[in-house]
């Protein structure tokens, strides 16, 4: 099996690259850079408003070597005054 490749872009740069193109995607409501489960290792994480395969199946699970973790955040509304 073939080992990913190392990121050769800083990561806010890469989300900065891809952001349009994972919120244009359905049921996306924010992408932003966080951790893996190990608490090190960088990653674009992706918030879907609620389980969508079919979204889920068009998010790839790596962008430019960063891993790419989905989670469901749920709805986001702007807070009102």
């Known amino acids: 099996m073939a080992e990913s490749p190392s990121p050769r872009r800083g990561i806010n740069t890469v989300l900065a690259a ?5 919120l244009d995607l359905p049921a996306v409501v924010g992408v932003y850079f966080g ?14 408003a ?3 395969p079919e979204s889920e199946r068009k998010i790839p699970r790596e962008i430019e070597g960063y891993p790419v973790v989905t989670e469901i955040s749920g709805e986001i509304r702007p807070l009102r005054p």
Do not use: I, S
Request: glycine share 4%; hydrophobic share 40%.
């Open 18 to 22: 891809h952001d349009q193109q994972l």
């Open 35 to 48: 951790v893996l489960a190990d608490g090190k290792t960088p990653c674009l994480k992706v918030m879907l």
């Open 50 to 52: 609620r389980p969508a």
